[in-house]
């Protein structure tokens, strides 16, 4: 079965930093998906980033990017330029070969952008 | 991105009645939908694989009598949390896959039930 964890429960960081969220998964298939998700206080779930197993290519969105280390079965995400709108849980996501929208989530990590 | 409509967004009911909650795909055609529930400050939790045209598959642990769901069309899931108690009050959350979308889902807005 496959697992993601994240170990960071809480992160901080001033604004205009950089910060980056941790992500480890597990799983036997060489095809698949990762996702990083934003949830905001609003509790809407957003999607931040994908990334396709098959890509060597590290996927980039404006000041979001990761850093997907296949063999290490790690994808770490990187906010440049924090801003206070940053604020938020963010959620590692994977999705199997199958493709069908089932995702698995991480526990989280709560961000919180400091003026 | 591709657009998923949840409602209601919050809705207060009384121990022992039953709610419904929707969840629309607005500008794609979803034949499989996901319901998920979430704790405060947890992770989502999957119930449950709302199958368009058939029987929906359940996560281990979750009653299929208590969360009834039906996905009657390419665009339209819904999930009814029969007998509500005070334990069921929680956010529930469903989300839809765009073929379009390079595989990724989509999220509705939540909502919130409380049972009192």
């Known amino acids: 079965a496959q697992t993601v964890t994240q170990s960071q429960p809480e992160m901080s960081v001033q604004e205009a930093e950089t910060v980056t969220l941790s992500c480890t998964y597990d799983t036997s298939e060489s095809n698949y998906y990762l996702f990083w998700y934003k949830q905001p206080p609003s509790r809407q779930m957003i999607l931040v980033i994908r990334?396709?197993?098959?890509?060597?290519q590290n996927a980039t969105e404006n000041r979001f990017s990761v850093n997907f280390q296949k063999a290490a079965k790690s994808f770490s995400l990187k906010i440049s330029d924090s801003q206070l709108g940053d604020t938020a849980m963010y959620f590692c996501a994977f999705m199997g070969s199958g493709n069908t929208g089932k995702l698995i989530f991480g526990q989280g990590t709560t961000l919180q952008v400091k003026p | 991105g591709a657009v998923v409509s949840q409602h209601p967004s919050r809705v207060i009911c009384k121990s022992g009645t039953s709610v419904k909650i929707e969840c629309r795909s607005l500008?794609?055609?979803?034949?499989?939908m996901f319901w998920y529930r979430q704790f405060p400050k947890q992770s989502l939790m999957l119930m449950a694989t709302?199958?368009?045209?058939?029987?929906?598959?359940?996560e281990q642990g979750v009653e299929k009598d208590k969360f009834l769901i039906n996905h009657a069309s390419l665009t339209l899931s819904t999930l009814t949390v029969t007998s509500a108690h005070p334990e069921d009050s929680s956010f529930y959350i469903c989300?839809?896959?765009?073929?379009?979308?390079?595989?990724?889902?989509?999220f509705g807005q939540g909502t919130r039930l409380t049972v009192v």
């Open positions: 500008d794609f055609q979803a034949t499989t």
């Open positions: 990334q396709e197993a098959y890509k060597q």
């Open positions: 709302s199958n368009e045209g058939s029987k929906a598959t359940y």
């Open positions: 989300s839809a896959r765009d073929g379009g979308q390079r595989g990724a889902a989509f």
